[in-house]
Structure formats: structure tokens, C-alpha cells
């Protein structure tokens, strides 16, 4: 099956594809497809909003903090939109631009995920720092704050959404991963994402060598 993951362990918040295999009640393998762009790139047009037709949605939930500066990136999620997403690991990578060696890798940390819905669009939101020219933004620390809060507020009046904010001290922007309102009451019926088993399942077995 093919995905789109989202990394958030930079503040780029590059977007690929993937194919995505499982390994049952162990966790997913993502392969590496090529680059989209970043979340900026994809919602620059079509009022902020990228349509995703039929790919689950990978995101990646560690997020960011930056040693030296302030910058970050957080996923922000309500506990309640358990219809909506399914947390789960990946175990694998092969051929990630952020690998050293782009063979297949065994995560000795597996990396936790929500995997969403296919059809989850994301939508860029209206904060007081979107970043583009032309639209004037500014720079303070405490409606850097108030903007971070109010996604925090957001995401429990939107259990159903997932929440991907950037930033540092002084400003804060954000994207929110969501069905289109037409469709939220599959939202209603249980997500159980089926992936194609895992063809090298072996490197994954217990006392399996990791890369």
C-alpha cells in the first residue's frame, strides 16, 4: 500500500511517499518513494488545503525540540479520536533520505506513528505567523504562546483532527490532518488499516541483527 509520511523530526516537515508493509502485531516497514514537497508546498494553493484522495496519512509523533534555540515542532491530538487514527510503530525504514545507508533498517528505537484515514486532507491554519511574503506577520513570544494554546483548544473541540505545529519562540504556525466534513461520519466506524505483509519478515523476528 502506498502512504504519505509525514517527518516531523525537523522543522522542514518534509512529506514522502512510502509503501508501507506490516509485520503482524509487531509493527509497519516504510520504503521510501520519492519526496512531495514540504507541508508548506502542499498548501500554499486551493485556500490551504490539500486534498488527499486515498493514501493513510503517516504521522510521525516525536516531533522536534532544537538544543540550542527555541524552535520545535509538536503533534498535538486529542485521546477521543480513536475512530480516526490508529498509534502504532515503525519498526523498518529502507531508503529514507535521512538514512545514512539506504538499505533496509531495523529500528533498534521503533518509531511511533498515527497512521490516519485515507482521504485525510491537511489543511493550513490561520495563525499570526504564516510565513509568506507579502503577508505581513509578527514576531512576539507571548501571541506565540496564544497561538499554541489555541491549537491545544482546538484539537479537543476536534478530537477527529491531528494537529502538526511549528515554530520557536516567537512564532508558532500550524496544520490541521482532517476528513472532509462530508465524510466525518465514517468517523463512526472503526479504522483498521489493512497493509500487505511484510516480505522480509525474518529481519524482524526476535533476536533479529538491526542495521
Partial sequence: MIGLFIDTFSRELEVFTV???KVADIGLVLRYGTKVGNLWQLTEGAYGVFRNEDMPVIVATRGYQAKTTAGFVEVVA???GDNTRVRTYVIGIQGM???KRKGLCVLRNPMEVLVLRPGTNIVMLDTHARRKPGEGWHSNPATAAAARKGIELRA???PNSVF???GQSDY???WEFCLERDYEEDYQ???IPEFPEEF???RFTAGAATA
Fill in 19 to 21: 509503501s508501507v508493509t
Fill in 78 to 80: 486529542d485521546y477521543r
Fill in 97 to 99: 533520505p535521512f538514512q
Fill in 156 to 158: 479537543k473541540i476536534r
Fill in 164 to 166: 502538526i505545529v511549528e
Fill in 172 to 174: 508558532a504556525q500550524a
Fill in 189 to 191: 466506524k472503526p479504522f
Fill in 200 to 202: 522480509r519478515a525474518e
